[in-house]
């Protein structure tokens, strides 16, 4: 795709938000943001996600950007742990929210069938996290509505192929901890062969390939003559880092926050030894190099904890530091522990709750960049980026740590795709 293009329509699908943005790449800035909430539906046939009610908020988001500008071009950065089985008119299986416990009912069975850490790259996670545990439930659960499928296409690849008609396979999203990806062989794991699946994955693309125009009808509901490319797509954490993988800057560690916080070794080796801490992995860069990073849902522990804005006082956070506490992850809470043992959260005021919290993130963040390797400056964007305690407990366990507000995100290294050759 030529450097020319400037105005590209962006699906950016979180787990919780989902958001259309409109982002113009010679002012580097977003021209215009719509967003809405990503309610899943409760079933039958299990907890998944609302595709009807997506496309039509794609559409409709699409539809208000190409009022404004000539469309260059589409480009979709969603989440991973999420796959949809497809037939030549949609998901033959609606697509499985990850939170479903749906996969755990055969995880023993499972847990014989998924390949070594070492080669996949993959820690094993519960629930539908792992896509591979998906697909092995699904296929055993309704084996009839799997038959019948002609396609499985990865989350972003999913919204791709709805927007163009196009199906296509894309490593970023495939070898992020589904199981499905060998990290060293740059190919599918003997997995897929066992689940009986290599046929219904298709051809695979590099993330800033153009799969097709938008569909003809597509083009008509949103109000374009012209046509409009739309890219293979990303997974939305490995987005936010296309901007970084070409400068030649030398190796540098980059923390996205959001509902998931995500921490890359950009410009780095593998370790040797990766321990197997949870969240600990090897996945893609979308240049198709291993990368070992960290993720854990950061954000989502921040918002059940406190609420938004608490826990942005340095001042308050040394306070407690000199008070003899420390604050440190466990599972979904914080553990506190000072001169007179544990402690309860709960012990504490909503401005200490809020403080400790952060600080629990930020030293598991700083635990992370020394488990993957991390060296260099670390980057941090996203919300924790405006978070002056996160910054701050940072900064004092790995040094030079830059907050990086300029920079776009997903919405940026989406739109930069259409740099790539």
Same mark, same amino acid.
Not at 125 to 140: E, F, I, M
Not at 166 to 190: C, F
Not at 278 to 297: A, C, E, K, Q, Y
Not at 342 to 349: G, K, M, Q, V
């Given at each position: 795709?030529?450097?020319?293009?400037?105005?590209?329509?962006?699906?950016?699908?979180?787990?919780?938000?989902?958001?259309?943005?409109?982002?113009?790449?010679?002012?580097?800035?977003?021209?215009?943001?719509?967003?809405?909430?990503?309610?899943?539906?409760?079933?039958?046939?299990?907890?998944?996600?609302?595709?009807?009610?997506?496309?039509?908020?794609?559409?409709?988001?699409?539809?208000?950007?190409?009022?404004?500008?000539?469309?260059?071009?589409?480009?979709?950065?969603?989440?991973?742990?999420?796959?949809?089985?497809?037939?030549?008119?949609?998901?033959?299986?609606?697509?499985?929210?990850?939170?479903?416990?749906?996969?755990?009912?055969?995880?023993?069975?499972?847990?014989?069938?998924?390949?070594?850490?070492?080669?996949?790259?993959?820690?094993?996670?519960?629930?539908?996290?792992?896509?591979?545990?998906?697909?092995?439930?699904?296929?055993?659960?309704?084996?009839?509505?799997?038959?019948?499928?002609?396609?499985?296409?990865?989350?972003?690849?999913?919204?791709?192929?709805?927007?163009?008609?196009?199906?296509?396979?894309?490593?970023?999203?495939?070898?992020?901890?589904?199981?499905?990806?060998?990290?060293?062989?740059?190919?599918?794991?003997?997995?897929?062969?066992?689940?009986?699946?290599?046929?219904?994955?298709?051809?695979?693309?590099?993330?800033?390939?153009?799969?097709?125009?938008?569909?003809?009808?597509?083009?008509?509901?949103?109000?374009?003559?012209?046509?409009?490319?739309?890219?293979?797509?990303?997974?939305?954490?490995?987005?936010?880092?296309?901007?970084?993988?070409?400068?030649?800057?030398?190796?540098?560690?980059?923390?996205?926050?959001?509902?998931?916080?995500?921490?890359?070794?950009?410009?780095?080796?593998?370790?040797?030894?990766?321990?197997?801490?949870?969240?600990?992995?090897?996945?893609?860069?979308?240049?198709?190099?291993?990368?070992?990073?960290?993720?854990?849902?950061?954000?989502?522990?921040?918002?059940?904890?406190?609420?938004?804005?608490?826990?942005?006082?340095?001042?308050?956070?040394?306070?407690?530091?000199?008070?003899?506490?420390?604050?440190?992850?466990?599972?979904?809470?914080?553990?506190?522990?000072?001169?007179?043992?544990?402690?309860?959260?709960?012990?504490?005021?909503?401005?200490?709750?809020?403080?400790?919290?952060?600080?629990?993130?930020?030293?598991?963040?700083?635990?992370?960049?020394?488990?993957?390797?991390?060296? /260099?400056?670390?980057?941090?964007?996203?919300?924790?980026?405006?978070?002056?305690?996160?910054?701050?407990?940072?900064?004092?366990?790995?040094?030079?740590?830059?907050?990086?507000?300029?920079?776009? /995100?997903?919405?940026?290294?989406?739109?930069?795709?259409?740099?790539?050759?």
């Amino acid at each position: 795709m030529t450097r020319d293009v400037r105005f590209v329509g962006v699906f950016d699908l979180g787990k919780t938000h989902a958001r259309v943005i409109l982002f113009d790449r010679r002012e580097r800035r977003e021209v215009m943001t719509v967003q809405a909430t990503n309610e899943s539906l409760p079933g039958p046939p299990y907890t998944h996600f609302d595709t009807a009610r997506l496309e039509r908020f794609l559409l409709d988001g699409l539809g208000r950007a190409a009022a404004q500008v000539r469309l260059d071009a589409v480009v979709v950065a969603a989440h991973g742990s999420s796959a949809a089985v497809v037939d030549e008119h949609g998901p033959v299986l609606p697509p499985l929210d990850y939170d479903d416990e749906g996969p755990d009912e055969v995880a023993v069975a499972y847990d014989r069938l998924r390949p070594d850490f070492a080669i996949s790259g993959s820690p094993r996670l519960n629930r539908g996290l792992n896509v591979g545990a998906q697909l092995h439930w699904q296929r055993l659960r309704f084996p009839d509505r799997f038959a019948a499928a002609i396609a499985i296409l990865m989350w972003p690849q999913f919204w791709s192929w709805r927007l163009s008609g196009v199906v296509a396979g894309e490593v970023t999203s495939l070898a992020s901890h589904t199981d499905l990806w060998d990290i060293g062989a740059g190919d599918y794991t003997d997995l897929v062969d066992t689940l009986g699946i290599r046929s219904l994955l298709p051809p695979l693309r590099r993330a800033p390939d153009i799969l097709g125009a938008l569909r003809p009808d597509i083009a008509v509901t949103i109000g374009v003559a012209h046509d409009v490319p739309v890219l293979c797509g990303v997974h939305d954490s490995n987005a936010a880092l296309v901007p970084f993988l070409t400068t030649g800057d030398g190796p540098r560690t980059i923390v996205s926050t959001g509902t998931w916080i995500a921490v890359f070794a950009i410009g780095t080796a593998v370790p040797a030894h990766l321990p197997r801490e949870d969240g600990v992995m090897v996945s893609v860069d979308v240049l198709g190099r291993p990368m070992p990073n960290l993720r854990f849902p950061g954000g989502r522990i921040y918002e059940t904890l406190t609420s938004p804005g608490v826990g942005d006082d340095p001042a308050l956070a040394e306070r407690l530091r000199a008070a003899g506490l420390s604050a440190t992850l466990d599972g979904g809470g914080v553990r506190v522990a000072g001169p007179e043992g544990a402690r309860s959260l709960s012990n504490f005021d909503a401005p200490e709750r809020g403080a400790l919290a952060v600080m629990a993130l930020a030293n598991h963040t700083a635990r992370g960049i020394g488990w993957i390797g991390g060296a /260099g400056e670390t980057i941090v964007m996203g919300p924790f980026a405006r978070n002056a305690v996160f910054l701050h407990e940072l900064r004092r366990r790995v040094g030079d740590v830059r907050a990086e507000l300029r920079h776009g /995100g997903i919405s940026e290294g989406a739109a930069a795709l259409t740099t790539l050759d």
